[in-house]
């Protein structure tokens, strides 16, 4: 049984990323879960054991092995099967061990922005006390490494996702508007002549790798890219940013 839960932001793929209150939270936890991810996807496994070591943390490390998602479901009851079964490999994982303190999880970005971890936490039975360390989000990971404002002088930012931006195109009011889970590159739906494209993938890993420009001009190029990086490493992560000059 899982009495305190503790949700740990780890930013985007630097361990600098995580903050002194993460750093301690990890040394006071008695069991940290790590989720594996199968195979082509074992450096971010490694990310957080290093982040684990580099805490100093006496915490036991138990492994647990992510499920997939089944694409034959419709959207949302996929993502919910997913999330149900989550939620039962935490407890599954944990049926054995002798938890004598708090049970941290590490989470990519932050556990407030386009991340369900929360959500599954909800389905545990009994419903654990939750705490939430925040980390760096996504967002601030690229308008850092382009060096650029989330926002005009006042001006509106709408984050959404890849989906979204598919089926509800250009955000009404919106100046700026940050796209998140895209994995079809979006950004092509829409009409490129007046918009500017800053994107990035692996932000803060080794592997960061930035492009920006007209997204008229960038668009095939940014494309590219994220082709070759995915097969390169056998998984991508990114996000981009636009805005209307």
């Not at 009495?3 to 939270?25: C, D, K, R, Y």
């Not at 070591?53 to 089944?70: L, M, W």
């Not at 925040?134 to 509106?156: F, K, Y």
């Not at 984050?159 to 092509?188: H, K, N, Y």
Request: charged share 20%; glycine share 8%.
């Amino acid at each position: 049984m899982i009495e305190n839960l503790w949700l740990i932001g780890i930013g985007t793929g630097s361990p600098l990323h995580v903050t002194g209150e993460g750093m301690q939270a990890l040394r006071d936890a008695a069991v940290i879960l790590v989720p594996t991810k199968g195979a082509g996807k074992d450096d971010l496994a490694a990310l957080r054991h290093a982040i684990v070591t580099a805490s100093g943390t006496y915490a036991k490390v138990i492994a647990f092995e992510y499920p997939v998602r089944d694409p034959s479901l419709p959207y949302i009851e996929r993502v919910t099967a997913w999330h149900d079964e989550i939620a039962l490999r935490w407890q599954h994982a944990l049926k054995d061990a002798i938890v004598g303190g708090p049970v941290a999880l590490l989470v990519w970005g932050d556990p407030s922005l386009y991340d369900s971890t929360m959500r599954i936490a909800e389905r545990l039975d009994p419903l654990p006390k939750i705490r939430i360390v925040p980390g760096i989000t996504a967002i601030q990971a690229l308008t850092a490494a382009h060096a650029i404002p989330l926002n005009t002088l006042g001006g509106p930012v709408q984050i959404t996702t890849g989906r979204q931006l598919r089926a509800q195109g250009w955000p009404s009011r919106a100046e700026t508007v940050v796209v998140m889970l895209d994995s079809e590159c979006s950004f092509r739906t829409l009409d490129p002549e007046g918009l500017l494209i800053w994107w990035g993938a692996f932000l803060g890993m080794e592997e960061q790798v930035l492009f920006h420009g007209p997204l008229a001009e960038a668009a095939d190029q940014i494309e590219a890219i994220r082709q070759t990086a995915r097969a390169e490493h056998g998984w991508i992560m990114d996000t981009y940013l636009l805005r209307r000059t």
